[in-house]
């Protein structure tokens, strides 16, 4: 299993491939649905966004409030495929990663490809588990849209699957093809 910070996150794309495991460590940008939206008036309006892209990776979850000291509570990922809309343009605009469940549309796996960016699957239903490798979290922008707010995460050995690659290649449609011939 490959270990990865975020800060070298952009070198180590090139050699990932679908279906390999990883443990990504650093900092990483909690945006689902609503904070989408809120991104894309910004950009839009030609105002800064609350975050650099460039070589930035996001998370489409919206943590629970943490308790007993924990920075959130349970932090599963959302559905992917919801954020489609949106992920050709900001990949275009740098972003490196997103982390998520579920496949994703052809138009944002050309979009991977064309920017040499990953798609990396977290274990939907395990928001538990997600939580315990996340050791900061700070609402750096859209408070008002509570849970979905977007939040600076640091991320320690948080485990990951390469879902769709720079390459283009697709674990979500390999099985498919694979359970197809069966």
Same mark, same amino acid.
């Given at each position: 299993?490959?270990?990865?910070?975020?800060?070298?996150?952009?070198?180590?794309?090139?050699?990932?491939?679908?279906?390999?495991?990883?443990?990504? *460590?650093?900092? =990483?940008?909690? @945006?689902?649905? &609503?904070?989408? !939206?809120?991104? #894309?008036?910004?950009?839009?309006?030609?105002?800064?966004?609350?975050?650099?892209?460039?070589?930035?990776?996001?998370?489409?979850?919206?943590?629970?409030?943490?308790?007993?000291?924990?920075?959130?509570?349970?932090?599963?990922?959302?559905?992917?495929?919801?954020?489609?809309?949106?992920?050709?343009?900001?990949?275009?605009?740098?972003?490196?990663?997103?982390?998520?469940?579920?496949?994703? *549309?052809?138009? =944002?796996?050309? @979009?991977?490809? &064309?920017?040499? !960016?990953?798609? #990396?699957a977290a274990v939907g239903g395990a928001g538990a588990l997600m939580?315990?490798?996340?050791?900061a979290a700070e609402v750096i922008a859209f408070p008002e849209l509570?849970?979905?707010?977007?939040?600076?995460?640091?991320?320690?050995?948080?485990?990951?699957?390469?879902?769709?690659?720079?390459?283009?290649n697709d674990l979500f449609r390999a099985a498919r093809a694979r359970?197809?011939?069966?």
């Amino acid at each position: 299993m490959k270990e990865i910070d975020t800060a070298a996150l952009r070198q180590e794309i090139p050699s990932l491939r679908a279906g390999e495991r990883v443990l990504l *460590s650093g900092t =990483v940008y909690t @945006a689902r649905d &609503e904070a989408h !939206a809120a991104l #894309f008036r910004l950009l839009d309006a030609e105002e800064p966004l609350p975050f650099d892209l460039k070589d930035a990776a996001i998370y489409y979850a919206g943590p629970t409030p943490g308790r007993n000291g924990m920075p959130v509570g349970s932090c599963g990922p959302t559905t992917s495929s919801r954020m489609d809309g949106f992920t050709p343009r900001l990949l275009g605009l740098g972003l490196a990663a997103m982390i998520g469940k579920g496949d994703r *549309s052809d138009a =944002v796996v050309e @979009a991977i490809r &064309e920017n040499g !960016a990953v798609y #990396f699957a977290a274990v939907g239903g395990a928001g538990a588990l997600m939580a315990k490798h996340i050791t900061a979290a700070e609402v750096i922008a859209f408070p008002e849209l509570g849970c979905e707010a977007v939040r600076r995460l640091t991320v320690e050995k948080m485990p990951l699957t390469v879902a769709v690659d720079a390459q283009g290649n697709d674990l979500f449609r390999a099985a498919r093809a694979r359970w197809a011939r069966k």
